[in-house]
């Protein structure tokens, strides 16, 4: 038997994700693939599932978590042979003598496993070697900041070393109250699980004689220190001070990582911060010197981005310039009547921030015309047999994907984004269309990529598929990203015309309204023509009015006669 962790996967680059249901108990058997919990982010809920079949030994989550990519979810029993024998490269021990310390969640401590054990009889303590615990990868991480030194004193839970990789910082804790006796690395170096990090004396009493079977003795001594450090014993009273020796490692000096004085850099390059914290405030368009680390010694921490650019959000500018908008009064609705109040979701409260910041910080343009679809939906209809052969059903959104795919590559400058803050254009030599789709959950936007290169048969599965996901939240992270266009249709819901917000760092959405049937003057006398409303809303930093109305045009005219698609 062997126990397996199993971690958040990658969840799109979003900060964190709640959880909103524990699919299963303690004791539960899971299979490979079977959900555990559902995680909802501020694009989509989705289940996270087991990656091992086995038993359900220990829940790290309950509902209302917060968790990001790497926190630890649950921890499952397997007899899968090949996951056996995970052994600490340090010492001869077996896998039974480890103290562990569990945590959840981003900032929690880490399980803490593989710890070898020395016994010295004649002092009344016991020595262990700390080793970097699983970390969700096998690649080595940068151990940025050592928080002890020799001869220090640490109690249980005390942050031994901090390890940041790509995705996040973690903190290895000290699994027992103890004395630091030996350090095995240095900030600055890269380390991997298992590689021993101090050599750490508890409290214990003397350990007997270990019996013929030495490790098992071993196993004893070290489940019994774990559970209770001060009584400790194995078979007779007799000590014997067996020891175990880390292989090929020698104890190397160490000095703390001093903090810069320099923190007022305007690049930030003198900052206390990660590599991850530094990827995000570029992202943000956040100087890192204008930041107050709450992290050790200063450090920079993710959730000081975060409420440097709520802090700015509220002000109106970094600099303290520019409007505040005032906040609405509370009113007491109760005082009118009776009333109902309800907790908004996650994904509801997100989008809801989405947005203002997308309208507050875009100057929108919106343009309208109407497309005449007669020809298209006359054409849709007589296609109806082949899609019920197919098992498919056509609807008017693959058209206007497919078309909106053919002006797109005419006309670049609609399928671009803004980057290096505004100093360069970005323009994408493929064609992903997001689609908006309202859930029960809320709105999100599943994207179909490669539009231009689908027919409009691949199209239309595609949608049904997509949306149907949405609606049971069994959406990917990775089918909610890399759009460079949206539409958002109302189609049966109503709504001759609506201006929707840009969906950024997209730089222009189209709305669908209701089409319907209105008389066309056709040169010799009014016609009853089905026109389908559009409405173009567009960033007006990159896209002018020549721009929307050339794209806006073609597309009209595709819509109006699908051959121009192939042309």
């Known amino acids: 038997m062997t126990k397996h962790t199993i971690i958040v996967p990658d969840i799109g680059g979003s900060d964190a ?15 490979e693939d079977q959900g555990l919990v559902v995680l909802e982010s501020d694009k989509a809920s989705m289940e996270i599932p087991s990656d091992v079949s086995g038993t ?51 900032g929690d401590a880490p399980e803490v496993t593989e710890v070898p054990l020395t016994e010295s009889a004649n002092t009344g303590s016991a020595e262990l070697v700390v080793a970097v615990p699983d970390i969700g990868t096998d690649e080595a991480v940068d151990l940025i900041e050592l928080e002890i030194e020799l001869g220090q004193t640490v109690t249980e839970g ?47 009493r003397a350990v007997s004689k270990p019996s013929d079977d030495k490790d098992a003795a071993l196993s004893t001594v070290a489940q019994e220190i774990a559970a209770d450090p001060a009584s400790a014993q194995v078979g007779s009273s007799e000590p014997t001070p067996f020891h175990i020796e880390p292989k090929n490692q020698t104890a190397i000096p160490v000095n703390p990582p001093q903090q810069s004085s320099d923190d007022g850099a305007e690049d930030g390059s003198e900052s206390y911060a ?47 310039s520019g409007p505040v908008l005032p906040e609405f009064p509370s009113i007491d609705f109760s005082q009118f009547g009776p009333v109902d109040v309800v907790d908004r979701s996650r994904l509801d409260k997100l989008t809801a921030t989405n947005m203002q910041r997308s309208w507050l910080s875009v100057p929108h343009v919106t343009q309208f015309d109407d497309a005449d679809i007669s020809d298209l939906e006359n054409f849709r209809k007589s296609l109806k047999g082949e899609a019920d052969r197919r098992g498919t059903k056509l609807t008017p959104l693959p058209f206007l994907l497919k078309a909106a795919a053919v002006a797109l590559k005419s006309n670049p400058k609609i399928n671009s984004s803004l980057s290096d803050g505004g100093d360069t254009l970005t323009f994408k030599n493929y064609v992903h269309i997001g689609m908006a ?56 819901i109503g709504g001759r015309g609506f201006t929707p917000i840009v969906n950024t760092p997209e730089v222009a959405i189209l709305g669908i309204g209701r089409a319907d049937i209105r008389p066309v003057w056709d040169g010799d006398a009014f016609a009853p023509r089905k026109l389908l409303p559009l409405a173009l809303s567009y960033d007006h930093r990159v896209v002018n009015g020549g721009d929307a109305g050339r794209f806006l045009t073609e597309l009209c005219g595709i819509l109006g006669d699908m051959r121009r698609a192939i042309l």
């Not at 994700?17 to 299979?31: K, M, Q």
């Not at 220990?58 to 990519?69: C, F, I, K, N, T």
């Open 17 to 31: 994700a709640e959880v909103v249901e524990v699919l299963v108990a303690v004791g539960d058997e899971v299979a």
């Open 56 to 106: 359900v030994v220990e829940l790290l989550v309950a509902e209302g978590d917060a968790l990001a990519e790497g926190a630890t979810l649950a921890i499952v029993e397997t007899t899968a042979a090949d996951q056996l024998g995970q052994d600490t490269a340090s010492a001869e021990v077996v896998p039974d003598s480890t103290v562990e310390a569990t945590g959840s969640g981003v």
């Open 158 to 204: 005390d942050t031994l070393v901090v390890l940041e990789s790509d995705k996040a910082s973690m903190d290895v804790p000290a699994p027992q109250a103890g004395v630091i006796r030996e350090i095995f690395v240095s900030a600055g170096q890269q380390v991997k699980e298992g590689d021993s990090l101090v050599r750490l004396e508890v409290p214990t």
């Open 274 to 320: 990660g590599p991850a914290v530094r990827k995000l405030a570029r992202e943000f368009g956040v100087p890192l010197a204008a930041v107050r680390g709450t992290g050790p010694r200063g450090r920079v921490l993710k959730e000081d981005l975060h409420r440097y650019v709520q802090d700015v959000m509220e002000s109106g500018s970094s600099r303290g």
């Open 437 to 492: 789709v309202d859930t029960p959950a809320g709105l999100v936007v599943p994207v179909i990529r490669d539009v231009d290169q689908k027919s409009v048969w691949d199209i239309a599965a595609e949608v049904l598929e997509l949306a149907e996901k949405a609606r049971d939240r069994k959406l990917r992270p990775a089918e909610m990203q890399g759009a460079g266009f949206t539409l958002s249709s109302l189609g049966a």
